[in-house]
């Protein structure tokens, strides 16, 4: 099992890290009925960067919710030891595990790890990074995360030199190697980062941050028909 029996060609991911975390399971309720399958679960430890965010037991009050409505947690590890958590977060209902190759002293074998827990496994790569430098390090990987914004927290602007990022990696990678991109996605920029390359697109604030979330993902969505041939 893997990204491909999981994910549909395209997918607006809903960054949970934005939610209003008094109505979760309301609010990824909605968005399942709306069509989200791909949830975006943010761990971050207050190290690799500043804020601390959610992580398992958050994830696993909900992973039997999500698997209710078919639908998977893809989890973006913005951790500085990101192989500590992976057993977990499997434990807890991941479904995937994205760790940052900045962290990563070996990727291959971190990404062979998440695999032998039976993680899907994704390689994200920060806005200093080369992008030559993730797309080599993602052999074996199911997709690759380009970074958009700083990692950090929701709500910020997508940085102008992300869709030529975003086209480099694409050239970069095997044709089934997913291209994800997080940060500043919304009804503006969720087009160009398509065009550009990318197929997993996640949204936090233009998602939750809206009166309807639901309306906001389908919208989102809507906007990427006919985006790319
Ligand atoms: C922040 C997280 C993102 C965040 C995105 O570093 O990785 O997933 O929730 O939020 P928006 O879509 O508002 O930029
Ligand atoms: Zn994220």
């Known amino acids: 099992m893997g990204w491909s029996d999981w994910a549909r060609d395209v997918e607006v991911e809903p960054s949970i890290y934005a939610a209003d975390f008094s109505r979760l399971g309301d609010q990824l309720g909605g968005l399942a009925a709306a069509g989200a399958r791909v949830f975006h679960f943010d761990v971050g430890d207050g190290h690799f960067i500043p804020e601390i965010t959610i992580g398992p037991i958050v994830l696993a009050s909900i992973a039997p919710l999500v698997r209710g409505w078919s639908g998977v947690l893809d989890c973006h590890l913005m951790v500085s030891e990101p192989e500590k958590h992976f057993q977990a977060i499997a434990e807890a209902g991941g479904k995937s595990v994205t760790f940052h190759v900045e962290v990563s002293d070996d990727p291959a074998r971190t990404i062979a790890r998440a695999r032998s827990l039976g993680l899907g496994v994704g390689v994200a790569f920060n806005p200093e990074t080369e992008v030559e430098h993730a797309a080599a390090a993602a052999e074996g990987a199911d997709l690759v995360l380009c970074m958009s914004i700083h990692p950090g ?32 996605i919304n009804a503006e920029t969720i087009r160009a980062a398509r065009v550009a ?32 041939g």
């Open 153 to 184: 927290y929701s709500g910020q602007k997508l940085m102008p030199e992300a869709p030529g990022r975003i086209e480099q990696l694409r050239s970069l990678l095997p044709a089934d190697v997913r291209v994800q991109v997080d940060g500043g």
């Open 197 to 228: 390359g990318a197929d997993l697109l996640v949204a936090g604030s233009a998602i939750f941050w809206r009166d309807d979330p639901a309306a906001a993902h389908a919208d989102l969505t809507d906007r990427l028909e006919h985006s790319r």
